[in-house]
Structures are given as C-alpha cells and as structure tokens.
C-alpha cells in the first residue's frame, strides 16, 4: 500500500441534503431513516466484502483511465501546475494521473492479500477522518426541513472519536522545486498540450486583468491558432482566482510542437493590442458570467459551503466582481507587461500523448526536449 493512496482518500466529508416543503412530523419520519444510513455508514466503517471492493477499485481504474480522453488537458494543466503549491500538489495527487499510476499499481494483482491490506488501510482512513473534531455537516433544505433535521443530524457526531485537537492533519507535502517540461505517454492518437505559471491571486488589484485576459486569449488567439488552424478541438487559456495560476491548453490536438509555439506568441499577441474596447467589455461579461451562473439550491448551498470552509467571503467576492466590471483596456496591458512578457518567468509544460508524437515532438524541439514518462 502506498501513502498516495492513503492520501488520496483523504478528502473533506460533507452531506447534502435538500427536500420539498413538508409537514414536520412528516418529514421527521421520512429523514429518520435516511440518518440512520448516514449513522451506520460513518459509525461502522466497514470494508470487509472483498469481491464488492475489488469490483469498486477496477470501476475506479477504468473511470480514471477514460479521463485521459475525455478531460485530457485539465490532467495535463494539473500536472503542469504541481510544483507551484502544496495544495497543487496535493490536488495532483488525489485526481491526476498520479492518482491514476497509483490505482493501476494497486489492481494489478488484486489477490486476497492486497484485497486485505487495502481494506484494512480504508478502514483506518475512515476511523481518522470521521471523527467528532473533523466532521462538518451541511444541511440544506427550508426552515420545517432543517428544523426536523437539526437534531438527528446532531445525533450522528455521538460516539465518534474526538480525534486530533485540531482535527484531520494532513500528510506533509513535499514539492520538486524544479518546474516540469514533461511528456506522459499514453496510447492516445492525439495530444493535450498545457502551458501553466504563477500570478496572483485574487486579493490583488492585478487578479480582474488576468481573469479577462484569459477570456480575450481563448476567443480572439488561441481559438483561431489552435482550433481553426491547428485541428484541435479546443484551446484554453484559464485564470485561477483562487490559486492565482495561468493556464494554456490544447484539446484532442494534432500537434504538439506548433502548440508550443502558439503560447510563446501569446505575450506578442497582447503586446500588438489588437483588441478594442468593445472587446474588454466582452471579456469582461463572459467572466462576470462565470461569476454569477446560477446554480439549482442544492449545489448552489454546497458551493456556498466550500467558500465557507476556505474562508471566501461574498464580500471579497464581490469586490472582485466590481473590479473586473470597473477594467479598462490600459489595466489590461499594465498587467499583461508584467506576467507575461518575463521571460525569466517559470513557465511549467506538460503533454500528454502517444510515445510516436512525443518521440517526433523531442526531435523537433532540440535542445529542450519533455522528459517522458510513461502513464
């Protein structure tokens, strides 16, 4: 058993639940025996049935596996980006391709014994993560369900251990201080070619420029160099508020070196300003309309929820809004000048491929070739 895999089940547990307006005594018979499930699940850890686990790891392998082909360039942005935080590193870990390299190690023999050693490993995780300290549960629904709710739920923290004062520690996170420039070989026939650095986040006064730079990027630049001359099916430039990385990728894309090249010529792009006002002032409604996508209540609450546990307050939120909507074309150059016309600025690539195009990419690029790696 490897620790990446113990890490990897190490996530957050919440529950949602969101009901229909109903009479209390009502509901309160309804909700009792769903609570007890929810009670059973997290009070009796239990991974005992080894034919049913053994059927859950393999339909977890062969989910992870057809992600290469149907989300291929955020693996490959994923990858990219993984030296540049403990947290983008640790998110690498639990659903990248080394989340991928780890499941295929462990069900490559899944005889009785690693079957055994893998329920007992789950089992443990359970015990640490599902304690009273750690737990947090979201109740979403209105005012009679929450108030039928209010005290099963409380019921369910009953006879959890108190685990650690400070609740679930994490494993410590070690990253490579060296920036990637790799290659991941699969049998895929085409390519996801990703380009990521850092910026900033966004408290800074810089964060609303790079948000709409990276809408004029994908519509005005890379949509036309990548997809209509290049073939692919898609190409990306994406702005992280959160973690204040930039990233440009490729989508079920035919080539890979004159990718690359399309993102060395962003910063020339946006240096020759061909972009007018009109053109800001569309970026800037399409992220504004990433900001305020209305969700249904249930994931709308869980994302409130999240921003809760991360501490993103709708205040800061908000001030991010105004600033991106209060942008003008001079704010958006200022910014491009400064993240991305340094050209001693760590840029990390990966692609993900097939050995013959990574092969003839590496001829081609010289003496800067992807180091490969097999996934």
């Not at 909700?31 to 059927?55: C, M, Q, V, W």
């Not at 499941?103 to 490993?121: A, C, P, Q, R």
């Not at 508020?241 to 060395?264: M, Q, W």
């Not at 900001?291 to 994302?303: E, F, T, V």
């Amino acid at each position: 058993m490897t620790g990446t895999y113990n890490e990897s089940l190490a996530a957050n547990f919440n529950m949602e639940l969101r009901v229909d307006r109903v009479d209390l005594a009502d509901f309160q018979n309804q909700a009792t025996p769903g609570f007890e499930i929810i009670a059973e699940i997290i009070h009796s850890i239990d991974f005992g049935d080894l034919t049913r686990l053994k059927n859950l790891l393999l339909e977890y392998r062969a989910g992870l596996e057809a992600m290469i082909v149907r989300n291929g360039h955020r693996l490959a942005m994923s990858l990219a980006s993984r030296n540049f935080s403990p947290a983008l590193a640790l998110d690498e870990t639990w659903h990248g391709i080394h989340q991928l390299k780890t499941i295929k190690e462990i069900t490559e023999k899944l005889g009785d014994e690693t079957l055994g050693s893998v329920s007992k490993d789950l089992a443990a995780i359970g015990r640490n993560i599902l304690t009273a300290d750690n737990l947090k549960i979201a109740l979403i629904g209105e005012d009679t369900a929450l108030s039928a709710s209010v005290a099963a739920a409380g019921a369910l923290f009953a006879g959890l251990a108190d685990g650690n004062p400070g609740g679930f520690e994490p494993p410590q996170i070690n990253i490579d201080a060296n920036i990637p420039r790799e290659g991941w070989s699969t049998t895929s026939t085409v390519s996801f070619v990703a380009r990521s650095f850092q910026t900033v986040r966004m408290s800074h006064a810089d964060a609303p420029a790079l948000a709409v730079i990276g809408k004029l990027l994908r519509s005005m630049y890379l949509h036309r160099e990548i997809r209509e001359k290049g073939g692919a099916y898609g190409g990306f430039a994406i702005y992280n508020p959160e973690n204040g990385l930039f990233s440009l990728g490729s989508y079920r894309d035919p080539h890979i070196v004159a990718t690359l090249k399309v993102y060395e010529g962003v910063a020339d792009f946006i240096k020759a300003g061909g972009y007018t006002d009109e053109d800001i002032k569309e970026a800037t409604l399409q992220v504004c309309s990433d900001i305020d996508r209305p969700d249904p209540p249930g994931p709308a609450a869980r994302k409130a929820f999240y921003r809760k546990l991360v501490s993103l307050s709708d205040e800061a939120r908000n001030r991010y809004k105004q600033a991106i909507l209060a942008l003008t074309r001079d704010q958006v150059m200022q910014a491009a000048e400064k993240y991305f016309f340094d050209a001693a600025q760590p840029q990390a690539v990966v692609v993900i491929s097939g050995d013959a195009q990574l092969d003839a990419a590496n001829k081609a690029l010289g003496d800067r070739p992807l180091n490969i790696y097999p996934v």
